[in-house]
């Protein structure tokens, strides 16, 4: 343990599996074997004479000096990540790699014009950009900003609000004229729907509002479903007249300014999923990312 880099690989392998809660994961994002990640923090503890990690067969936990560990090690990588930065920091410092998780269809449509307009103004900044409508894995990802719509639970990440929204029922004006559109949110079950499918199966729950004193939640299990993991995909069918649609306001605001798409049942879709910006919260993060955290709070603010 007294070669520098080594102990630099080791930090980041324990921070990782803190963070992961798990070995195995932590040497995966490594490029290194279970037995081989699980032996390197070992001989970390060893070194240390403490011991950093409580294990049991079903959860690692750090331990009371594991976590004090944790906090200075955040600190130094910090640190490191500060110095590195500050050797390029001629002009206006911001260049390097952006690594950014968005949703498919926000993400062509709403989001890449604003990072080519960030990118105008920053040209040596690049951007290695994943739209999918599953939920990356920030750490394991490698990711430095998620945008993700919804109430999210507890996250050691930082969470912004871009931008409020909520879910909408619409489709187009010829498939409401066919279908005389619905006058509850129940007979969307008889009406043809199209359905995302996550990581979690297909999006057949749709949540609404009673619209009466009681304001009670509930959900409509629609049947007659056309289904696709791609929202851009549920957004054309729509536009195309295939069937109703369950979308954020927000993805399709430009079609219906256009009358492409015309919302339904809005007194009972009345659901906040506000849009999230996330980013780590115990890392460095250089000119590269807060000017872009801040960019993009602005224009989300302008869509608002």
Known sequence: MDNGADRFSTIRLFLDAAQLGSFSAAGRKQGMSPAAASACIQRLEASLKVKLFERTTRQLRLTEEGQMYRHFSEQAMALMAEAEAGLHSGGDGVRGMVKISAPSDLGRNV?????????????????????????ANMVQDDIDLAIRYGQLADSEMVRRVLAPSRRVVCASPVLIAQTGGPATPEELAQLPTLVLVTALGPMQEWRYCSNDEADEKRAVRVRRTQQSNDGEVIRKWAIAGQGYAYKSILDIAGDLRSGRLVTVLDEYFTESAPLNLLYHRNRYQPPRITLLIEFLLERFADLA
Do not use: I
């Open 111 to 135: 989001l890449m014009p604003m990072l080519d307009e960030f990118r105008a103004l920053h040209p040596e900044l690049q951007y290695a950009l994943t739209l999918s409508d599953s939920t």
